[in-house]
């Protein structure tokens, strides 16, 4: 488990939810978006959610805990799927090749 480090606060969720957090993080802020995602999170002995703003610097880091190997969260899973994907999606924008014919259209200068 892994405590996100939020504007002078923590929050607990599960390493690979935080990994994948800080990775779509790192990927709306390179290309200068941002995005709300909720993601699930251990408070006060429970599972809840969070909502976060990405794309600003708003996680600055993480810190990992001892002893709390296996400790699972409900919705993890899901959540690290659905963030990969959309860090998947911000990158691939900055590389898709242009349409085919973009060179072909003539502007009303020529």
Not at 14 to 24: I, P, Q, S, T
Request: glycine share 6%; proline share 4%.
């Amino acid at each position: 488990m892994k405590q996100l480090l939020v504007a002078a606060t923590r929050v607990c969720t599960e390493d690979a939810v935080a990994d994948a957090l800080l990775d779509y993080e790192f990927a709306l802020a390179e290309h200068h978006r941002t995005e709300r995602v909720i993601v699930p999170v251990f408070v006060n002995e429970g599972d809840t959610v969070c909502e976060f703003i990405l794309g600003r610097g708003a996680i600055s880091g993480s810190l990992t805990l001892p002893n709390t190997a296996g400790r699972r969260i409900a919705g993890s899973s899901v959540a690290v799927g659905e963030l990969r994907e959309r860090a998947r999606m911000v990158r691939d924008e900055l590389f898709s090749p242009f349409e085919d014919d973009w060179h072909a259209e003539t502007s009303p200068d020529d």
